[in-house]
């Protein structure tokens, strides 16, 4: 990967959700294990438990099996129990009488959006709680995804290498769509150019006329309309990309939802600022399809690490993601489904923002958006 | 068992022994291979759903409970413990629905269970499933707890899968992974019910594969050893590793599989290093760079394996009466997975076998294959101690065996072995005793 995170970007972390705890009156913060993508963004690790006292002590980390990095070249070590390694974290900072906000134990406005049950262990957890009663735990999802939520400049260079790895295993499926391809080939073509990049493996979908599940011997025949989500993945910074190829020549339909999308989504790229919300890209989008032949469906989603906020879908959508204003580094995707009406297929394409000096940036120039 | 529901049915799959050889043979080209695939690969069976839901209600009922909960797991991309687990953490949702992060309300008296998820989802055993009414960011728990009581569990005894780690499903997560919240939920909602753990209990009935898994299984070999193929005729010395890398996982799902990363440990031969499971840039293939690599597919969720050590060189003279000692060790052990015997047959000899025939080392290592994170998990640095003895092999058992020897290098002293060996795959235990799902011949692959 061309970006490295260096240890001035782990400090900038430790300090920001280190006095947020203070300022909620917290004595300290945990992420247990089962939190990966917290426990990533603090340590670089998926498979570790971090303690980050408020008052200003050393974090006390555990990592599996004598894992270390550059930010915590010195972990606490495990073999694969938790529990007891995690109660002695939590002593070792000086936090077992005291008020403890645990990331992960619900779903966070910021991250974690779609964990309704939470991600935090049964077991480990539950024997913290019998072995340290004077504790009171609290949870504190929010104030971990809040700091994910604002990037700093080479988060932001990470997603852009994302999404450009992303762009590029899309250019790579239209060059191989053609008549009597079979399925599985796609799926290699697409894979072995992310990967040649280096990226981290992330699910991609590829669907046919709509059948995301994949007939691998089936051979694509003219007309058909393939429909592809390829995420790139540098450092863990996951951006999925969206785009739509009609086989063959396309058919006046297919341009009309074409243009219909390229307007909806310079509009709502533009809607997207530090003062601003989701709500404000839905407006901006309805008041495109307002006045096009087109049905245009809009489902956002954060950018990070891994279930970041906000989340709004079609037919799925929460008021409090629907006004919950952008912060400065925030990153989101967009993503449009352009629908002309009939048996016909719609056009589905994304795009992903980045809100850079208080306005929204695409991270890729395969729009061309007019902003 | 008749394999139906499939477009181009495969035929009576009637044991399985006969079910492993229901794949192409080893010479067979890529559009066979791939046409295989797409039959194999559409899921299993109805008759194979009656069969585990049977077999799992069964072995509930004589442990006295009343039902089986799966409840929410966190899921593999937070509980990342290894590329194993993270897959096993859906695991017992995905053997009993064939659907990816669902919660599973079984009760043993027969009746329908009651399948949870996150979004909407069905499939050809699901005709629907029950969902939060603001999917996919409410809770699961609620609905669980409403699945209980529809079905009068308020004074039952209640299996929970997954609480903690299991001896054949789980082995890697010691502490389970099931979510905290969800569970605490649960329980505090029936206080006149009992909850305990029944990992153990589902996994025994997923170690013993129907002839469909079997079948599947031995596909996944077959293509992992296509990749092995791809591996040895296109990498070179120069090569980026993330090249080596996108070429093999590319021949993987251009053969059928879904996709399951390339793990392998390498360096200069003989020489001990991290594992790797993602692609790395800028690390060029070297001279006698030795690669010892993971090849697993993944058909119908179940995950295959083929463990092929590869080196760009020549072997060192030095490896061969080393490499020809493992070939007789591997085949020696093999042929004690029979039913009858149990694990405790195994450990015994392999740990015998190297000081009765000049080897610093002859280490077990196998684990069990299925949908993720699946057992007995026996290492060298645990070789069965934790009471694995008394497990029987059974038919249907499948595993991965890749034992491992070690020899001194000549003139070189330490505690521990220089030279380390390693090589297998893919076995199934049948009627008549242990088959391999795989072809190839023994041995390391040199590149030249």
């Known amino acids: ?371 | 068992m008749v394999a139906t529901n499939r477009s181009g049915a495969t035929g009576v799959l009637d044991s399985i022994s006969h079910a492993a050889d229901q794949v192409p043979s080893p010479g067979a080209s890529t559009s066979e291979i791939l046409k295989a695939s797409g039959i194999i690969r559409g899921g299993f069976s109805i008759e194979e759903r009656d069969r585990r839901w049977r077999t799992v209600r069964q072995a509930a009922r004589i442990s006295d409970f009343d039902c089986l909960v799966v409840p929410r797991a966190v899921g593999g991309v937070n509980l990342c413990l290894s590329l194993e687990q993270v897959r096993g953490a859906w695991s017992d949702a995905r053997y009993l629905t064939m659907l990816e992060d669902a919660v599973v309300v079984l009760p043993v008296d027969g009746r329908d269970p009651i399948v949870i998820t996150p979004a909407p989802d069905s499939n050809r055993w699901i005709e629907a499933t029950r969902t939060p009414s603001q999917a996919p960011i409410e809770p699961t728990w609620p609905l669980v707890v409403d699945a209980l009581n529809e079905l009068g569990m308020g004074r039952g005894r209640i299996g929970v899968v997954g609480m903690k780690g299991g001896k054949y499903t789980h082995t890697r997560a010691y502490d389970g992974v099931v979510a905290h919240t969800s569970l605490t939920n649960i329980r505090s909602s029936f206080p006149r019910a009992s909850f305990e753990d029944a990992t153990d209990l589902l996994g025994v009935c997923r170690s013993q594969k129907g002839p469909e898994e079997v079948q599947s299984l031995a596909l996944g070999s077959r293509i992992a050893e296509e990749a092995i193929k791809t591996f040895r005729d296109t990498c070179h010395v120069g090569m980026d590793e993330s090249e080596m890398y996108a070429l093999v996982m590319a021949r993987f799902l251009e053969l059928g599989s879904d996709y399951y990363s390339l793990g392998f440990r390498t360096g200069p031969i003989g020489v001990r290093y991290w594992r790797i499971v993602e692609p790395r840039r800028e690390h060029p293939i070297l001279e006698n760079q030795f690669f010892q690599l993971e090849f697993d597919s993944l058909i119908n969720g179940l995950i295959s394996q083929e463990a092929q050590p590869m080196v760009f060189g020549e072997v060192p003279a030095s490896w061969k009466k080393m490499i020809a000692l493992h070939e007789d060790f591997w085949w020696s052990s093999f042929e004690l997975m029979r039913p009858g015997n149990n694990l405790g047959t195994l450990i015994d000899f392999c740990r015998a076998y190297g000081p009765k025939n000049g080897l610093r080392s002859s280490d077990i290592l196998m684990h069990g294959r299925g949908y993720g994170n699946d057992g007995p998990l026996l290492t060298p640095s645990d070789p069965g101690t934790r009471s694995m003895r008394d497990i029987e092999f059974a038919p249907g058992n499948v595993f991965v065996w890749k034992p491992t020897v070690g020899m001194d290098e000549p003139g070189r002293n330490g505690n521990r072995a220089a030279m380390r060996f390693g090589w297998g795959g893919n076995v199934v235990v049948t009627e008549d005793g242990p088959k391999r799902l795989f072809a190839r011949s023994h041995g390391l692959i040199s590149i030249q």
């Not at chain 1, 690790?45 to 070249?73: E, K, L, Y």
């Open chain 1, 1 to 371: 990967m061309s970006t490295d995170l260096v240890v001035s970007e782990r400090d900038r972390r430790w300090a920001t959700v280190r006095e947020s705890a203070a300022s909620a009156g917290l004595d300290g913060l945990l992420v247990p294990i089962g939190n990966g993508s917290d426990s990533r963004y603090l340590t670089l690790i998926r498979g570790a438990v971090i303690v980050i006292p408020a008052g200003g002590g050393d974090p006390v980390v555990v990592m599996d099996q004598g894992q270390s990095n550059s930010w915590v070249p010195e972990p606490r070590s495990t073999v694969r129990s938790w529990g007891r390694p995690m109660v002695e974290a939590v002593q070792e900072a000086g936090l077992g009488g005291g008020r403890i906000g645990v990331a992960g134990l619900g779903p966070g406005r910021w991250s974690h959006v779609t964990a309704g049950d939470g991600v935090v262990t049964d077991a480990p957890f539950r024997e913290l709680l019998r072995s340290l009663p004077r504790a009171t735990f609290v949870d504190a999802t929010d104030l971990v995804g809040c700091a994910r939520a604002a990037k700093s400049a080479a988060e932001i260079a990470l997603l852009q290498e994302s999404s450009q790895i992303a762009e590029s295993g899309l250019a790579r499926l239209r060059d191989v769509a053609v008549a009597g391809a079979p399925e599985a080939s796609l799926h290699a073509a697409v894979i072995k150019r992310i990967l040649a990049f280096g990226s981290e493996y992330r699910p991609h979908e590829i669907a046919v006329d709509g059948n995301a599940e994949p007939q691998v011997a089936h051979r694509l025949t003219m007309g058909q309309v393939i429909t592809a989500t390829v995420s790139g993945a540098a450092e863990g910074y996951t951006v999925a990309e969206t785009d739509s190829v009609i086989v063959g020549a396309e058919p006046p339909y297919w341009a009309a939802q074409r243009t219909a999308f390229r307007e909806a989504l310079t509009l709502a790229v533009k809607s997207v600022s530090v003062r601003s919300c989701a709500m404000d890209i839905v407006d901006a989008v309805d008041a495109v399809a307002s006045r096009s032949p087109c049905d245009i469906a809009v489902h956002v989603e954060g950018l990070g690490i891994g279930d970041d906020g906000p989340f709004l879908t079609p037919d799925r959508e929460s008021r409090e993601a629907r006004t919950l204003p952008f912060v400065p580094g925030q990153c989101l995707s967009v993503t449009l489904r352009v629908s002309a009406g009939g048996h016909r297929q719609p056009y589905i394409g994304s795009c992903s923002i980045a809100i850079s000096d208080g306005i929204g940036v695409p991270l890729s120039d395969r729009h061309e958006l007019m902003v």
